[in-house]
């Protein structure tokens, strides 16, 4: 009896292996196949005769067609551009394997891929076709004249305030008045300090087109015109924005690609 017990432990280990072997067999041919120009035929074949001897089942597959799909956007991606050649291997990869758009991009991926191939575009002096289908209706009027670029949903705004307060005075000491008693201001040594401080107003809805950033938080709904900007800076989830005028404020917006945003925009100014 513990022989057999041995037995089908080392058989199911042997099985284990040749299955976690067989799963990464399979993204690194696939991985090859999207970013090289082997024949997609070829490569079925080859990834069928992994899946027959690693009992890899069509869920697994759809699983693993994902992960290479995604190392192939950052393989494409490492130099910045996406050629028209590496775009039109992914979706060549796509159509083959009959994966849809919405499961490609469960991880954001084929997103950079919109982004990185409109930016091609505006860096190539053209300007950009949509590349994204909106499900539903959008809070904005856009002008006829220009072009919805891209949609990001849960965007955090926030403007950013200046708050003045004295130190180096009394040093947080209440004093009271007395009728009839005046204090000379020379009393006094503290100075006015100004903070900047970040105010949350809104999340929402932002739109980039062709000559606008418009956002709608409910109760907060406007665009900004590219000509209005005097500064643009681009942070890792977000985007900062200093509009024209004595009393604009410094707005945020978070929860975007800031580095897509930022040169959309600043090359967008260039044509």
């Known amino acids: 009896m513990g022989t057999q017990q041995v037995f089908f432990s080392s058989k199911h280990k042997e099985c284990e292996a040749k299955f976690e072997k067989g ?8 991985l090859n196949s999207i970013t090289t120009t082997e024949d997609f035929n070829l ?4 990834l069928n005769k992994i899946s027959s001897e690693a009992y890899l089942i069509k869920g697994v597959q759809d699983k693993l067609s994902l992960i290479s799909n995604n190392r192939a956007v950052e393989t494409f991606l490492e130099d910045g551009v996406l050629s028209r050649e590496e775009e ?8 083959n394997f009959g994966l849809s758009q ?29 590349r994204i289908e909106v499900k539903g209706t959008l809070p904005f009027l856009f ?3 220009e072009t919805l670029l891209m949609v990001f949903t849960n965007v955090e705004f926030y403007e950013q305030n200046t708050r003045t307060e004295f130190v180096g005075g009394s040093q947080g000491l209440s004093i009271k008045v007395a009728k009839g008693v005046y204090y000379r201001t020379s009393a006094f040594k503290g100075k006015p300090v100004k903070h900047a401080e970040m105010k949350f107003i809104s999340s929402g809805i932002l739109a980039l087109t062709t000559k606008h950033i418009y956002f709608n938080g409910g109760t907060k709904s406007f665009k900004i015109p590219f ?12 985007v900062g924005v200093q509009k024209d005028g004595v009393s604009s404020k410094p ?20 044509l």
């Open 102 to 130: 919405d499961v490609l991009n469960k991880h954001g991926a084929m997103t950079k891929v919109s982004m990185a191939a409109i930016l091609r575009e505006i860096t190539e002096g053209k300007i950009p076709e949509s």
């Open 23 to 30: 799963k990464t067999d399979y993204t690194s041919i696939l």
């Open 227 to 238: 000509t209005k900007m005097v500064s643009l800076e681009p942070y890792e989830d977000g």
């Open 88 to 95: 039109s291997r992914l979706v060549e990869f796509q159509q």
């Open 43 to 46: 490569t079925k074949e080859k």
């Open 143 to 145: 002008q006829k004249s």
């Open 251 to 270: 707005q945020i917006f978070k929860n975007i690609d800031g580095w897509f945003i930022f040169n959309a925009i600043s090359n967008l100014n260039q």
